[in-house]
Nanobody, 123 residues
Framework: QVQLVESGGGSVQAGGSLRLSCAAS????????MAWFRQAPGKEREAVAR????????GYADSVGGRFTLSQDYAKNTVFLQMNSLKPEDTAMYYC????????????????WGQGTQVTVSS
């Protein structure tokens, strides 16, 4: 059974940094994508960043490119989202998600989700 456990959320002032972690268990192969999504109150869930585990190739939403960096500890099945230069508009619940095969930005393609971790950025 696949499990995703997020950690690292919190409250920071604008310009600050946070690092989110997502530990995955239950996968039997590395042909999979790990991604971060976020959802602010009253808004749809949106893709933030993704990494194809086998190759380490990453992708980012335009709104976070240059500020967020996604990396992985391959041996520990953990991905990290380093968030720098945070803005109030980054405030949201952040979710880790996983799917087999190539990455996608459509939430419907992700079968496995973590419980979410709150990120709050004050101005």
């Amino acid at each position: 059974q696949v499990q995703l456990v997020e950690s690292g959320g919190g409250s920071v002032q604008a310009g600050g940094s946070l690092r989110l972690s997502c530990a995955a268990s239950g996968f039997t192969h590395n042909d999979r994508c790990m991604a971060w999504f976020r959802q602010a109150p009253g808004k749809e869930r949106e893709a933030v960043a993704r990494i194809y585990v086998f190759s380490g190739r990453t992708g980012y939403a335009d709104s976070v490119g240059g500020r967020f960096t996604l990396s992985q500890d391959y041996a520990k099945n953990t991905v990290f989202l380093q968030m720098n230069s945070l803005k109030p508009e980054d405030t949201a619940m952040y979710y880790c998600a996983a799917k087999s095969g190539a990455c996608a930005q459509d939430t419907a393609q992700y079968r496995n989700w973590g419980q979410g971790t709150q990120v709050t950025v004050s101005s």
